[in-house]
């Protein structure tokens, strides 16, 4: 078993920051005498090879360099293991992203040095996951932030066009693809409770903060064994612009059109047949029907 980190730089994140930072960073672990292999990731979903290759050497303690999406991949290759041993494995993060989503529910840093600082300290939360599993397909997909269908979905699609505008790249996606959305036709079946027909998004999340700060769930917390959900069937880009400061302080979620639940586990039926995407943690995973459970406090993450 190794004591070293292994360290994974998604050179791409940040719109290409990351490798841009990467040699101070290099030059700051070093600096807060942190042993360490790294390696950069050549292409899309690399960083799952790379860390199952890491895993195999003996590594335990893991190091993202990236955005979310990176995040996303690390926790992809960790579950997907299916090992018993995966509870000795710790995550830490330095933030490159261009929404950073997910550091901001534990307060990380963007500046890599208390990053670093943070790391070093090993303090380590036992985060829930959810589980995602795509019918059609039955690919299974594991999230540690936020998934959605429908609206939200359509606008991941889009932000990549967006992303030179940083975490503003998600409220543009929204606000120009509002009126040209078209809405699916879901069953949404959790608990005791049906909800069907016409709707604009559904939002399944774990940690508070998604499309580049925004809170679109309320209450969430991401040790509770339940996801924090919203559905919406409508809304007007009138209302949305006037909720805007909303969107990013989670008031948002108080409108009466705006409906908040909470469940360890949903199944969701697409009934129409026109592609309705599904994101998990900003990066497009499929269209079509799912169903989601929670697994309870499943990876480690080091947080301050
Ligand atoms: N070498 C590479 N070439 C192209 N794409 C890559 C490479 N390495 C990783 N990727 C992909 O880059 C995508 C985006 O990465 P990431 O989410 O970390 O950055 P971001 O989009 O800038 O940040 P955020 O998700 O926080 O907005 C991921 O889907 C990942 O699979």
Do not use: R
Not at 170 to 194: C, H
């Amino acid at each position: 078993m190794s004591t070293k980190w292994f360290v994974v730089v998604n050179p791409t994140s940040g719109n290409g920051i990351s490798k841009k930072k990467w040699p101070k960073i290099y030059k700051e672990l070093n600096h807060q005498n942190i042993e360490f292999e790294f390696a950069f990731t050549a292409y899309e979903k690399h960083s799952i090879k790379l860390i199952h290759q890491a895993i195999n050497k003996g590594y335990k303690k893991l190091i993202c360099v990236g955005g979310d999406g990176t995040i996303h991949n690390f926790v992809n290759a960790v579950l997907s293991l299916n090992s018993k041993n995966i509870s000795n494995i710790k995550i830490g993060i330095i933030p490159i992203g261009t929404g950073n989503d997910w550091v901001k529910t534990y307060h990380i840093s963007k500046n890599y040095k208390e990053a670093i600082k943070v790391i070093k300290a090993e303090k380590i939360i036992q985060q829930d996951i959810g589980k995602l599993n795509i019918k059609e397909t039955g690919k299974e997909i594991y999230f540690n932030n936020l998934a959605g269908i429908g609206f939200d979905g359509y606008v991941v699609n889009k932000v990549h066009k967006y992303k030179h505008l940083g975490f503003l790249a998600y409220l543009t996606g929204a606000l120009v693809s509002l009126t040209t959305y078209k809405k699916s036709n879901l069953e949404i079946k959790f608990n005791k409770t049906v909800l069907k027909g016409k709707a604009l998004a559904l939002l399944i999340g774990i940690c508070k903060y998604s499309g580049g700060g925004m809170q679109l769930t309320q209450n969430a917390n991401s040790t509770d064994g339940l996801f924090d959900i919203t559905y919406v069937k409508n809304i007007s880009l009138l209302t949305l612009l006037k909720n805007i400061k909303g969107l990013f302080n989670g008031k948002i979620t108080h409108l009466k059109i705006i409906k908040n639940y909470k469940s360890s586990e949903l199944k969701i039926t697409v009934l129409d047949t026109q592609d309705t995407y599904i994101q998990a943690d900003g990066e497009i995973i499929g269209s079509g029907s799912f169903s989601v459970s929670i697994v309870p406090k499943s990876i480690n993450f080091i947080v301050p």
